[in-house]
T-cell receptor
């Protein structure tokens, strides 16, 4: 009964490269959320997805960031042309319907370093 | 502007002491969750409270949701070194699955 699986755990990218972060939700969970944690900051909501649909992307930067949760396979958070300010820990969480009441299960995160 | 303010931000205590962490807001939340996060890991859910005035207990941890659903507290009795970590509160507003997190309270319990 694996939890939320994120990979890679650590990712180093040079400025201008693309970063792809993957998240496989817990078995039976159809709702996926991405959060970003900057040093000395709390976790900030980025996007909420269900299979093949983006439900709420109000926390996503307007440019360079995109997310998907295809019918088959993991959810992907994609950052194009990375900049130093993108360096952060990115966490994925999943839930069955009603995560705000039942709680979310978080993965261990991907730590992105842009050099 | 931080929607959820946690205090204190840092706390270092001796094993066996009691402590209370506060999570305050001027906004009303439909639910509030507490998480504990260890270095290099993701947050782990401790509890969800949804009713104003609700009190939940988890072994030595007692959680309370304010009557007006704007604030919450976490009380730890007889803290142990294993309680060391970052304690985060997070709220959801009505109809939204999006969580707003506080910055957390970093607790160190010394043996």
């Amino acid at each position: 009964n694996a939890g939320v699986m994120q990979n890679p755990r650590h990712l180093v990218r040079r400025r201008g490269q693309e970063a792809r972060l993957r998240c496989s939700p817990m078995k039976g969970h159809s709702h996926v959320y991405w959060y970003r944690q900057l040093p000395e900051e709390g976790l900030k909501f980025m996007v909420y997805l269900q299979k093949e649909n983006i439900i709420d992307e109000s926390g996503m930067p307007k440019e360079r960031f995109s997310a998907e949760f295809p019918k088959e396979g993991p959810s992907i958070l994609r950052i194009q042309q990375v900049v130093r300010g993108d360096s952060a820990a990115y966490f994925c969480a999943s839930s069955p319907l009603g995560g705000a009441i039942n709680g979310y299960t978080f993965g261990s995160g991907t730590r992105l370093t842009v050099v | 502007t931080q929607l959820l303010e946690q205090s204190p931000q840092f706390l270092s205590i001796q094993e066996g002491e009691n402590l209370t962490v506060y999570c305050n807001s001027s906004s009303v939340f439909s639910s509030l969750q507490w998480y504990r996060q260890e270095p290099g890991e993701g947050p782990v859910l401790l509890v969800t409270v949804v009713t104003g005035g609700e009190v939940k207990k988890l072994k030595r941890l007692t959680f309370q949701f304010g009557d007006a659903r704007k604030d919450s507290s976490l009380h730890i009795t007889a803290a142990q070194p294993g309680d060391t970590g970052l304690y985060l509160c997070a709220g959801a507003k009505g109809g939204s699955e999006k969580l707003v997190f506080g910055k957390g309270m970093k607790l160190t319990v010394n043996p």
